[in-house]
């Protein structure tokens, strides 16, 4: 194989190992789905904690209602029953506002029982989403370092790669580079394929007899007719590094 080609496919090779990483890393857990679910945690933490105020709000205002009504109704009761009233329309004034008085205690303290069942419901969702957002802190401090850790070994082999490449790079002569650098941006990174058979490896369809004859030649020069990727023999890579 000549030299040259021979260099240019450790590029491509080197390109490869770059992109494979730069994969892998890009796919790696950084945590955004726990932060995501931490903030609709806390979201819905400041709702149910706003309510819960409201509502303790309201269960005060009923209490001060239901004490004053029931100041009231005593007071009619001990009219009524003191013996110092002895009109029969006064009596039965009285009598009528004791009534009212305990059916408004009444409906009161229905929604005072509603109210109190509305607080423990939220109580108990809110100590629910405490309790998740407490496991979901701890899930994403793990993730954080797991990803600190696996992010910087392969940004380390990247720069490795990276600096391999820089190197092997200025060895190829700078028309086949620009046209290995065309063809690579084109086809997804992958400008130069090592031929084994018959078949182009990148898109998978025969080669004509004359391409394969051209790329045992061991030059630079043959593509593939179907996706025009660069073609190189896999036999004799003896090249030196």
Same mark, same amino acid.
């Given at each position: ?21 730069? /994969? ?7 945590? %955004? #789905? !726990?932060? &995501?679910?931490?903030?609709? =945690?806390?979201?819905?933490? +400041? ?74 419901? /939220? ?7 405490? %309790? #998740? !957002?407490? &496991?979901?802190?701890?899930? =994403?401090?793990?993730?954080? +370092? ?96």
């Amino acid at each position: 194989m000549n030299e040259e080609l021979g260099i240019l496919c450790k590029v491509q090779e080197t390109d490869t190992e770059i992109a494979r990483r730069r /994969q892998v890393l890009d796919a790696l857990d950084a945590g %955004t #789905r !726990l932060e &995501e679910e931490i903030a609709a =945690l806390e979201g819905e933490l +400041a709702g149910l904690r706003a309510e819960q105020a409201a509502a303790d709000q309201e269960n005060l205002d009923a209490e001060l209602e239901l004490k004053s009504l029931q100041e009231k109704k005593d007071r009619f009761q001990g009219q009524l029953y003191s013996g110092n009233v002895s009109n029969p329309r006064q009596l039965s004034d009285l009598h009528k506002e004791v009534g009212m008085l305990g059916r408004e205690i009444g409906k009161i303290e229905d929604r005072m029982l509603v109210i109190m069942e509305t607080l423990d419901s /939220q109580r108990t969702e809110i100590t629910a989403r405490e %309790t #998740r !957002l407490g &496991e979901a802190k701890g899930e =994403l401090a793990s993730v954080r +370092a797991d990803y600190e850790q696996k992010s910087d070994r392969l940004r380390s082999e990247i720069a490795e790669l990276e600096s391999q490449r820089n190197g092997l790079a200025p060895r190829v002569g700078a028309h086949l580079l620009k046209r290995y650098e065309q063809i690579r941006a084109r086809m997804g990174n992958l400008a130069l394929v090592r031929v084994t058979g018959t078949t182009c490896p990148g898109c998978q369809i025969a080669l004509p007899s004359d391409t394969l004859k051209a790329m045992k030649a061991g030059k630079p020069g043959p593509t593939c007719d179907n996706c025009g990727r660069m073609l190189a023999s896999a036999e004799g890579d003896k090249t030196e590094e």
